[in-house]
T-cell receptor, first 113, second 111 residues
Framework: DAMVIQNPRYQVTQFGKPVTLSCSQT?????MYWYQQKSSQAPKLLFH???????NEADTPDNFQSRRPNTSFCFLDIRSPGLGDAAMYLC????????????FGPGTRLTVT | GQNIDQPTEMTATEGAIVQINCTYQ??????LFWYQQHAGEAPTFLSY????GLEEKGRFSSFLSRSKGYSYLLLKELQMKDSASYLC????????????FGGGTRLMVKP
């Protein structure tokens, strides 16, 4: 019955080695979001897709990219992870029709060694 | 910029009542959400207020005053499992219904 699925739940990568995190949803929602959350901090929005329209937050580093090949899937690519990129990465979805509730996946905890 | 403030930490006793406040100043407003987040887990939806007043849902209630830019989450009959972070988030009423989150309030419930 999982609605927003993230894989893997835990990811370890080396400094500078590209890594991809994935998210899928069974809700058929229009909007998908990627957040970065560091320990004891609020989730910080990196970018979101409204259907195929990509929206980047102004302060999201260029090191972070995203792809949404279809409604169900969205990927977060970190091109050259640094130690400061170690965090929980949360994927969320919403209908985008004025109902602002967002549904979160379980998150992927990224460790950079 | 967007500004959402809530206390960093609170402590309460099992069985008691606790109120977590949130004040906001945002460029848009289409409602305010409260989410609960246990350590290492994703946020889960608790409540949504878009009109002034109190919304009650079991042990949890949420209040909104739009004129004051103020909300609170009220937790009654506290249980140990209520120990978590509580995130206040504002829907900015823009395309994509983006949420801006406060820093979260870490609630510790003691026996």
């Amino acid at each position: 019955d999982a609605m927003v699925i993230q894989n893997p739940r835990y990811q370890v990568t080396q400094f500078g080695k590209p890594v991809t995190l994935s998210c899928s949803q069974t809700l058929n929602h229009n909007v998908m979001y990627w957040y970065q959350q560091k320990s004891s901090q609020a989730p910080k929005l990196l970018f979101h897709y409204y259907d195929k329209d990509f929206n980047n937050e102004a302060d999201t580093p260029d090191n972070f990219q995203s792809r949404r090949p279809n409604t169900s899937f969205c990927f977060l690519d970190i091109r050259s992870p640094g130690l400061g990129d170690a965090a929980m990465y949360l994927c969320a979805t919403s209908r985008g029709d004025g109902d602002g509730e967002q549904y979160f996946g379980p998150g992927t905890r990224l460790t950079v060694t | 910029g967007q500004n959402i403030d809530q206390p960093t930490e609170m402590t309460a006793t099992e069985g008691a009542i606790v109120q977590i406040n949130c004040t906001y100043q945002t460029s848009g407003f289409n409602g305010l959400f409260w989410y609960q987040q246990h350590a290492g887990e994703a946020p889960t939806f608790l409540s949504y207020n878009v009109l002034d007043g109190l919304e009650e849902k079991g042990r949890f209630s949420s209040f909104l005053s739009r004129s004051k830019g103020y909300s609170y989450l009220l937790l009654k009959e506290l249980q140990m499992k209520d120990s978590a972070s509580y995130l206040c988030a504002v829907d900015l009423n823009n395309a994509g219904n983006m949420l801006t989150f406060g820093g979260g309030t870490r609630l510790m419930v003691k026996p």
